[in-house]
């Protein structure tokens, strides 16, 4: 199972997103024949640096959601994850305590990780009885 990998970034741009990519093609085996991108509709994500990303590195491959479908987009529930573990009931006071944070965050997930189930409940609940004004059963 693969594990998670992220950088801190102060702002978020083109130029941060193909950086980010970059590292991410570094993270890869080499012998990872085909890596496949998907992304959501987001405008840096399109950018022509990225297309020449994809140019200098063959094996990408950029999937992109189709719009009005943020359901399928499946970084949600990481999100999610990563914001219970590093920022919930914290108070950070600067920029470094919060990629510590994040970092620290990401760490655990990988030393306790499981694979997501989509479309899976996340808790068993009993099914309820047929009917909301039962008499009682000494009745």
């Known amino acids: 199972m693969a594990q998670a990998r992220g950088a801190s970034k102060l ?8 950086d980010f990519l970059d590292h991410v093609e570094s993270w890869i085996p080499s012998t990872t024949e085909r890596v496949y991108a998907i992304m959501d509709n987001l405008s840096s994500h399109r950018t022509t640096d990225v ?12 999937v992109f959601q189709p719009k009005y ?23 950070l006071e ?12 990401t760490v655990y997930w990988n030393a306790h990780r499981h694979p997501f189930v989509w479309g899976k409940r996340r808790r068993h609940r009993p099914r ?5 004004a039962l008499l009682p059963r000494g009745a």
């Open 11 to 18: 702002q978020q741009n083109r130029a941060h997103w193909v």
């Open 51 to 62: 297309l020449l990303l994809v140019l200098v590195h063959p094996r990408w491959e950029m």
């Open 69 to 91: 479908a943020a359901y399928l987009n499946l970084i949600e529930p990481w999100w999610k994850i990563l914001r219970s573990l590093a920022l919930a009931g914290r108070r």
């Open 94 to 105: 600067s920029w470094e305590q919060i990629a510590d944070a994040i970092h620290c965050s």
């Open 128 to 132: 309820r009885s047929p009917g909301i």
